[in-house]
């Protein structure tokens, strides 16, 4: 078999993955707070001890989250924050989001919509029965008393955050004090861009389909060479 069949095979394979990259983006445009992903690729010799020697082979250089803010939007709901640049809302058991559509848990703790609570400097933040008001700077004023504020941090190297589920992500570094401003009555929409989504998947379609034209090349050019050995 051709060795060039293993360099347009390394490369479709990565095309196929890139369009399901694109593909989950695009499904999460409008999904509070997402951040798109990108892979990166990378080029190589491959071993000159292999068959493929010489030979230039596309492989995964990272999957990598783009943490950019997406656009604001107003909402009339108390209970929803944004945050204006960079950092992460603190969660329970280590985990970390920037999706702000919050609401009391049965306990009365502030939590997210999918349970887990919201981390102040003292823990997580009770809120009794009352008009609730946050600040800026995140602190939680329920009737004009003070609970807490809620914990805000960011982290030097973003690359060590782990995706757990679409909004919430977890990491082993420890978290820093983050400068961003708490917006409350708004929320963080997804910074995927259709349009810019829709390009690329059209780029890799074609680049995609054109691997597999050169792949269904050296497999013809491989049957008829068979074909020429047997006669």
């Known amino acids: 078999m051709s060795k060039g069949i293993f360099i347009a095979l390394s490369g479709a ?6 369009l399901e990259l694109i593909s989950q983006n695009l499904a999460n ?3 509070l707070a997402f951040k798109k992903t990108r892979m990166a ?15 230039i082979m596309t492989d995964l250089a990272g ?10 939007q107003v909402t009339s709901n108390p209970f929803d924050i944004a945050l204006e640049g960079n950092g992460f809302i603190a969660l329970e058991n280590n985990q970390y989001t920037r999706r702000g559509d919050l609401k ?16 102040g400097q003292n ?7 009352g008009r609730m008001e946050i600040g800026q700077n995140g602190e939680v004023v329920v009737e004009k ?6 914990k805000i941090v960011d982290f030097e190297d973003k690359k060590s955050l782990t995706r757990v589920s679409g909004d919430i992500y977890t990491t082993a570094q420890t978290g820093i004090p983050a400068k961003a401003a708490v917006r409350q009555n708004c929320l963080e929409g997804s910074n995927v861009d259709v349009f810019g989504e829709m390009v690329q998947i059209v780029s890799a379609m074609r680049e995609y389909q054109a691997l597999q ?14 074909e020429v050995a047997r006669i």
């Open 13 to 18: 394979v990565l095309k196929e993955n890139q």
């Open 29 to 31: 445009s409008s999904s």
């Open 41 to 55: 690729f990378k080029d190589y010799l491959s071993n000159p001890e292999s068959e493929q020697s010489g030979k």
């Open 63 to 72: 999957v990598a989250t783009d943490f950019t803010g997406g656009q604001v």
């Open 104 to 119: 009391k848990d049965l306990e009365g703790y502030l939590c997210t919509k999918n349970g887990s609570r919201v981390l």
């Open 123 to 129: 823990g997580p933040i009770l809120i009794p029965p």
């Open 145 to 150: 008393n003070a609970l807490d504020t809620i």
């Open 213 to 226: 034209k050169v792949i269904q090349s050296f497999d013809e050019q491989t049957s008829k060479m068979t």
